[in-house]
């Protein structure tokens, strides 16, 4: 009788951590999270993806910052998107790099997010019709974070990218997305070049301190300039 009473104990168990596990937000490195999601045991009682890619609103409340703040996507233009790898729906969470594109922009260095919300819905538009509830990400295994840098990337082998009078002056070659921020996090302008060798005209009209992201293919680098 003691052996069943363990089996079944086991198996409750295992019942249980199955339930909490379909959806987990593991923290990979500071200011990265990966979702992981999964409910098919349920027929997908938590959302239905319906064979698409899952769209994954976020926002943050005054709150859920240090200092406090306000940020939210765009509900007609959600970014962040978890896609079948053929075991479940899965994507990363940069909160380094992430534009909460309708209001606060970039979270400005220094910030510590203590909680992240956020809702499942159908990208890159939003469908109320089809969405979950408001949800919070610590009830899913999400710890706070601190902003620390823009996702700094520097190409191995290769001559770190420069800005002088600004212009920008860099090795690498072919198509470029440019995007250039105030120290706050602030996003000022974006342009799309093609880089031959020759100089890259940043054209910013205002004096100060600027973060230049350089992005080519899946790769970052972070370029710190003063104009």
Do not use: C
Not at 20 to 32: C, M, R
Not at 72 to 100: C, E, P, Q, R
Request: overall charge neutral; aromatic content about 10%; glycine content about 10%.
């Amino acid at each position: 009788m003691k052996n069943f009473s363990t089996m079944v104990l086991m198996l409750f168990a295992a019942m249980t951590v199955s339930a909490q596990a379909l959806l987990t937000i593991n923290k990979t490195s500071e200011g990265v999270y990966k979702m992981t999601y999964n409910d098919a045991a349920n027929s997908w009682a938590f959302y239905n993806p319906q064979s698409q890619p899952i769209g994954v609103y976020l926002f943050l409340n005054p709150g859920d910052t240090t200092p406090s703040g306000t940020f939210n996507d765009a509900w007609s233009n959600i970014t962040t998107t978890l896609t079948w790898d053929g075991t479940n729906y899965s994507g990363t969470i940069d909160l380094n790099t992430h534009n909460f594109n309708n209001s606060g922009g970039i979270l400005p260095v220094g910030t510590t997010v203590n909680e992240l919300r956020f809702l499942f819905t159908e990208a890159p538009a939003g469908n109320g019709s089809h969405q979950t509830s408001d949800k919070q990400a610590t009830s899913y295994g999400f710890t706070p974070s601190t902003i620390s840098t823009l996702g700094v990337y520097n190409p191995v082998g290769k001559q770190k990218s420069i800005v002088v009078g600004g212009q920008l002056f860099t090795s690498v070659k072919g198509d470029l997305q440019l995007a250039v921020y105030e120290m706050s996090g602030k996003l000022i302008k974006t342009m799309n070049v093609k880089a031959d060798g020759n100089a890259i005209d940043l054209n910013v009209a205002s004096t100060g301190l600027y973060l230049l992201k350089i992005t080519t293919g899946s790769q970052n680098e972070i370029v710190k300039f003063a104009h």
